[in-house]
């Protein structure tokens, strides 16, 4: 299985929007609706951001939205803040083993 | 709020068995539709899934690792643990731990620990 695909970089300044685009293949990103997101700040836990493609932890701000289209899920921040500068990693379920593919990480700068 | 924390020896000898334990707190190991897996990520590569393991003990691994690989549960110290052998610089890597509903998501993840392999 091959890794997702993210851009290593994306910025922004505050009150922006981004969008991090993450590119799988037909038989995971294109084949089930499990992709999900997570931010990490280096030392910290990964935190659940989106799951399913489009939903959201109840504690998690809806300025965090997902989608997809064919093999591309995609995460959007809306109003940038500060806080939002970290890593953000893509997952997707693959159906089969090993049954979970990763993107390498985009890093996300607040300018 | 279930947490998640990795623990174990930072440094490994080439050959030996790599072996770490994931406490959680907050919750029961063997309550729910969860199962508990292992992750690690090489430094400047992608995440890499190790293996996973049902509250029933049933065990799945990564075809790449399943020879090395053995994952198991500690219910009276609600504890995961994790034992690699014959490492190799390869291994070298920060391990995560984490919790895995409904097979297809990573919901809870511990901050990782990681473990140089050296000769």
């Known amino acids: 299985q091959s890794a997702l695909t993210q851009p290593a970089s994306v910025s922004g300044s505050p009150g922006q929007s981004i969008t991090i685009s993450c590119t799988g293949t037909?038989?995971?990103?294109?084949?089930?609706?499990?992709v999900s997101w997570y931010q990490h700040h280096p030392g910290k836990a990964p935190k659940l951001m989106i799951y399913?493609?489009?939903n959201r932890p109840s504690d998690i701000s809806n300025r965090f939205s997902g989608s997809k289209s064919g093999n591309t899920a995609s995460l959007t921040i809306s109003g940038l803040q500060a806080e939002d500068e970290a890593d953000y990693y893509c997952?997707?379920?693959?159906?089969?083993?090993?049954?979970?593919?990763f993107g390498p990480g985009t890093k996300v700068t607040v300018l | 709020q279930v947490q998640l924390q990795e623990s174990g020896p930072g440094l490994v000898k080439s050959s030996q068995t790599l072996s770490l334990t994931c406490s959680v707190s907050g919750g029961s190991i063997n309550r729910g539709r969860y199962y508990w897996s292992w992750l690690r990520q090489p430094a400047g590569k992608e995440l890499e899934w190790i293996g996973r393991?049902?509250?029933?003990?049933?065990?799945i691994y990564n075809p790449s690792l399943e020879s090395r690989v053995t994952i198991s549960l500690d219910t009276s110290k609600n504890k995961i643990s994790l034992t690699l052998s014959s490492a190799t610089a390869a291994d070298t890597a920060v391990y995560y731990c984490?919790?895995?509903?409904?097979?297809?998501?990573?919901?809870?993840w511990g901050q990782g620990t990681p473990v140089t392999v050296s000769s």
């Open positions: 393991i049902y509250t029933s003990g049933t065990t």
């Open positions: 997952t997707s379920y693959t159906g089969i083993n090993p049954y979970y593919v």
């Open positions: 399913a493609v489009t």
């Open positions: 037909s038989s995971d990103v294109g084949a089930y609706n499990y």
């Open positions: 984490a919790r895995l509903v409904d097979v297809k998501l990573f919901d809870c």
